[in-house]
């Protein structure tokens, strides 16, 4: 049999049409799969045929049709003429059809050349093929071409027929091959007005298989689609596949044999994972010889679907997926995972099958799930994580506790708000000793999150009496949750506040440690027991300098800031929550969120609006309120105070509308939330509301035994309140307290809180370094503000919003706020309340350059 491309057959149908025409008929069996243009061949006969005056006989053999007798008889008797009643009684009997029509082709033959051609030949009727065989034995002395075409399996459906064509000389069997890049070429040609570069043939060639069908469908949807942007713009790329190329592939699918049909479900089933041997041992597992299996996944690539073991275009993918009915499908996965699993693959590549096989019964099943979840969990992954473990969880009650507990920390990575359905089991399961100790510390954390706190203090009295039984690892972990209970609930884990660490590290080595989980420990704890001394700060940027280039684990990188937080050392925990922020893109949903709600709380603390807003409102959006727990107040603060800042008190006042557990109140979270709500209040000019928030915090702050700077600055804000309700001595007497700490973190609070104490006292600014009488209030005057600054002031101060101020003057947002800063600064005021005052009164004094 001879694998022709179709230009080689059109040369070939040519040379034999001119032998019948000299008398030496001719028979052709074309051969090949679906789409591989065998009605296009006969189209090219009839054509030549016609265009040669030659005349020509069709018909056509139908899936419909095939159990009807005589049926292609009786269309080549009709072209010849003869009327149905006619017809209907020459093929009353298969003999007299026979001799019928092998006298009506030698009596046209005699008057003129005939080609008759017959498509789709595997669906002729057996009476049909017997006459059409006995014409074609006979065929030599006419002036005729036959031209049967065919599926690439006819021959094993009709021996007798291929015996013919293989024995009788004036028979030629031809196979199709795809189409040669010359022939794509030719094709893109006339569809697309000119010729083509040979690249773009290939190209073409290449995601068609050289099926023309499949390419026709590939010129009809690239027709439709967009032309591409960036550096393929205006060049003819085929495109990924469309309707045109579904529409295509299920005709193809629908034609398949089942062995064909089997192998290419196997293959999309496996998809990028397949290789020679794990496709054999899935069709082995589905049973099929392996033989079979390489003839089927020739015939699937010789109809253009697939290149090797992958499919060439994933539109042709994904309707051989679409086609696989849900419980073929299930056991496609299961076996496809055993197979994967046998040939040593990637965890993650079996695990994916496995959840496409739920429930997986199988006890390795399970052990796989698991396996490749922890993988993915480290790799940062917590979406697949939850997929596995969930399929796991599904499949498996043997091991249901230990899978919950590693389920729940995978979704705890996701969305804090879904572990609380699994907190009262996994305490139950705590308590009945069916967890891990790794999975109780995991559970202190996420009871600790949810303000759950008295299951805490549970939860570390059972692990402080098994203490001795823990493994090194595992007692850094319990002192690591009793730091942090003492410090996020300083009420409630006030038993552990001033408790050292018992994990037996040696002190000169544990910064910079194997184990940054005990360095965020020890940082924290130093912190709780020492204060912010100096020690501890540069322990914190040490741990921070060290983890960095590794993704720093979340408990460590917030100790460290935090102990940087308490030292006043602002601008230095901005730097590295900026740096944190920035490589986080990679980590957890629940990870980022973390740290873009500290970033936005050390840039609204520094006055920082912009970039605190930003990063407020993407930490809101990863997690829902639901999702935060008691930590809810560190966003939402965080925003108000940008808010606040920025002028937009609509957009403030929006944020407590959202719920907060009222247990919130009893944390660390709570007074970032009482003091954000307190500078809402004094900017709305609510200012008893704005004082009782204040004093909240001042009342928190002493029984907690809590002295930070950014948390003492209540008192400026308390005394602007003061100071509008006409209590001036409690405000200046504020005021000088807040003053009188060496260092209150934030340059710009300072700067705010001096210029109002200056203002309060009736005195302009404080004394400069040197000695010298301080001038008086009408010497020295507000600081003169410049043009762009005076500008800003006086859009502000109608009412217009930064935005907006920056549309007027063609500059950023973040440049307005610069000057919003410095202004406040100069004029002495809080923020907008007080702006429009304080501008009219540095105008009266001439205060603009």
């Not at 973390?594 to 997690?623: D, K």
């Not at 934030?746 to 705010?752: D, I, K, N, T, V």
């Not at 100069?826 to 009266?844: E, F, N, S």
Request: proline share 6%; net charge neutral.
């Amino acid at each position: 049999m001879e694998l022709v491309e179709r230009c080689r057959v059109q040369q070939l149908l040519d040379e034999l049409l001119g032998q019948a025409r000299d008398g030496r008929g001719q028979a052709v069996l074309v051969l090949g799969p679906p789409g591989l243009g065998k009605t296009g061949v006969a189209e090219y006969a009839r054509e030549r045929a016609e265009r040669a005056g030659v005349t020509v006989l069709s018909a056509a053999g139908s899936v419909a049709e095939r159990a009807l007798p005589l049926g292609i008889v009786a269309q080549l008797l009709s072209c010849l003429g003869y009327s149905a009643d006619d017809t209907a009684a020459v093929c009353a009997s298969p003999a007299r059809a026979t001799v019928a029509l092998h006298e009506a082709v030698c009596a046209v033959t005699g008057r003129t050349p005939l080609v008759v051609v017959i498509d789709d030949a595997q669906d002729i009727d057996r009476e049909s093929l017997r006459c059409l065989l006995y014409v074609i034995h006979r065929v030599a002395p006419l002036r005729a071409l036959i031209l049967l075409t065919g599926s690439s399996d006819l021959p094993q459906q009709n021996p007798v027929l291929l015996a013919e064509y293989m024995r009788n000389p004036s028979c030629s069997l031809l196979c199709l091959a795809p189409l040669c890049t010359a022939c794509v070429a030719a094709v893109l040609a006339r569809h697309m007005g000119g010729a083509v570069p040979d690249r773009t043939a290939r190209l073409w060639r290449q995601a068609s298989g050289g099926s023309p069908l499949l390419l026709h469908a590939l010129l009809k949807d690239w027709s439709t689609s967009p032309a591409p942007a960036g550096p393929d713009r205006g060049a003819a790329l085929p495109p990924p596949g469309g309707d045109a190329v579904r529409f295509a592939v299920q005709y193809i699918h629908d034609l398949m044999s089942d062995d064909a049909l089997r192998t290419a479900r196997a293959l999309a089933v496996l998809g990028e994972a397949a290789t020679a041997e794990r496709a054999e041992r899935l069709l082995h597992h589905l049973g099929m010889p392996a033989g079979e299996a390489d003839r089927t996944r020739n015939a699937l690539e010789a109809v253009g679907l697939t290149d090797g073991l992958r499919y060439r275009l994933a539109a042709a993918r994904d309707v051989v997926l679409d086609g696989i009915p849900g419980h073929e499908r299930t056991r496609l996965h299961r076996d496809a995972a055993l197979a994967l699993r046998e040939t040593n693959a990637a965890l993650g590549d079996v695990a994916d099958h496995l959840v496409h096989a739920r429930p997986a019964r199988d006890p390795w099943a399970v052990v796989a799930l698991r396996e490749a979840a922890a993988q993915a969990l480290h790799g940062h992954d917590a979406e697949r994580a939850v997929a596995y473990l969930r399929a796991a969880y599904d499949a498996d009650g043997a091991q249901r506790a230990v899978v919950r507990a590693e389920l729940t920390q995978a979704e705890w990575e996701v969305d804090p708000g879904a572990v609380r359905w699994h907190l009262t089991d996994l305490l139950d399961e705590h308590r009945a000793g069916l967890l891990s100790r790794r999975h109780s510390l995991l559970l202190g954390i996420y009871l600790l999150w949810s303000g759950r706190t008295r299951e805490v203090g549970s939860l570390l009295t059972d692990l402080d009496a098994v203490r001795e039984e823990l493994s090194q690892e595992e007692r850094v972990r319990l002192d690591a949750l009793r730091v942090w209970f003492a410090y996020f609930f300083p009420t409630y884990g006030a038993r552990y506040r001033d408790r050292p660490l018992e994990s037996g590290h040696d002190a000169g080595l544990c910064i910079v440690s194997v184990d940054p989980q005990w360095d965020g420990a020890l940082v924290l704890s130093l912190l709780l027991t020492e204060g912010p001394t100096d020690d501890a700060c540069a322990a914190a940027e040490q741990l921070l300098q060290a983890q960095m280039p590794n993704q720093p684990p979340l408990a460590p990188a917030m100790a460290a800031l935090i102990s940087l937080i308490r030292a006043a050392r602002l601008e230095r925990a901005a730097y590295w929550g900026d740096r944190l922020v920035v490589g986080c893109a990679e980590r957890t949903v629940t990870c980022q969120a973390i740290l873009l709600a500290a970033s936005a709380t050390l840039e609204s603390w520094l006055g920082h609006f912009t970039t605190a807003l930003t990063r407020a409102e993407q930490a809101l959006a990863l997690l829902p309120p639901s999702a935060w727990g008691v930590a809810l107040g560190l966003p939402l603060a965080a925003k108000v105070l940008a808010c606040v800042g920025l002028g937009d008190l609509d957009a403030a006042a929006e944020c407590f509308r959202v719920p907060v557990p009222q247990l919130m109140f009893q944390s660390l979270p709570g007074l970032h939330y009482l003091q954000a709500r307190g500078r809402f209040h004094l900017a709305a000019g609510r200012h008893r509301a704005a004082l009782g928030d204040f004093y909240a915090c001042r009342d928190l702050m002493t029984a907690w035994r809590l002295k930070v700077t950014v948390f003492t600055a209540w008192r400026v804000y308390a005394a602007e309140a003061l100071a509008a309700l006409g209590d001036r001595e409690e405000a200046v007497r504020l005021l000088a307290e807040e003053l009188a700490q060496p260092d209150m973190g934030s340059p710009w609070l300072r700067a705010q809180a001096r210029a109002l104490h200056d203002r309060l006292r009736g005195a302009g600014p404080g004394p400069g370094p040197g000695p010298g009488p301080r001038p008086s209030a009408s010497e020295a005057g507000p600081p003169a503000l410049s043009r762009a600054e005076h500008r800003v002031a006086c859009l502000a101060k109608a009412g217009l919003t930064n935005r907006q101020i920056a549309g007027r003057l063609r500059v950023t947002p973040s440049t307005v706020e610069q000057h919003l800063t410095r202004i406040y600064r100069k004029l002495g005021v809080r923020g907008r309340t007080g702006l429009p005052a304080a501008l009219d009164a540095a105008d009266a004094l001439g205060g603009r350059a």
